[in-house]
């Protein structure tokens, strides 16, 4: 399975995409959005951090042990970095698969997977 995980302080660009065989079916995007309302309270933006080099570690393990579970072909994780203003996207994921089902099994779980324990935190204040 092909891993590409980035990291980045600007805006996040989704990537053309480039089939790695003429099986995939399925291409499913998923961008995670900064919502004003974070509990009860308006905000500006969100703030994330990362142990970069853990975390990509531990999210390549996740993300291989799930291609084979759901047998996908690909999946292309970006995360945004520093201060990421309302509306814009903080993370965007792409599966390819030769089925939606499997596609769509791997995105919901590699998102409960990345919430479970990658070092990638949230603040709702900005840094000094």
């Not at 980035?6 to 959005?33: M, R, S, Y």
């Amino acid at each position: 399975m092909i891993i590409d995980i980035h990291f980045t302080h600007d805006p996040i660009v989704v990537p053309d995409t480039t089939l790695p065989n003429k099986e995939i079916g399925a291409v499913v995007d998923f961008q995670g959005l900064v919502r004003e309302i974070e509990g009860d309270r308006a905000l500006p933006g969100l703030f994330y951090e990362a142990y970069e080099t853990m975390a990509r570690k531990v999210l390549a393990r996740h993300l291989e042990e799930l291609g084979k579970i759901h047998g996908c072909d690909a999946v292309h994780f970006i995360h945004r970095i520093g201060w990421v203003p309302v509306g814009e996207a903080s993370l965007h994921i792409r599966v390819l698969s030769s089925h939606r089902a499997e596609a769509l099994r791997f995105l919901a779980d590699s998102i409960d997977r990345l919430k479970l324990d990658v070092p990638i935190w949230k603040r709702t204040e900005r840094p000094a």
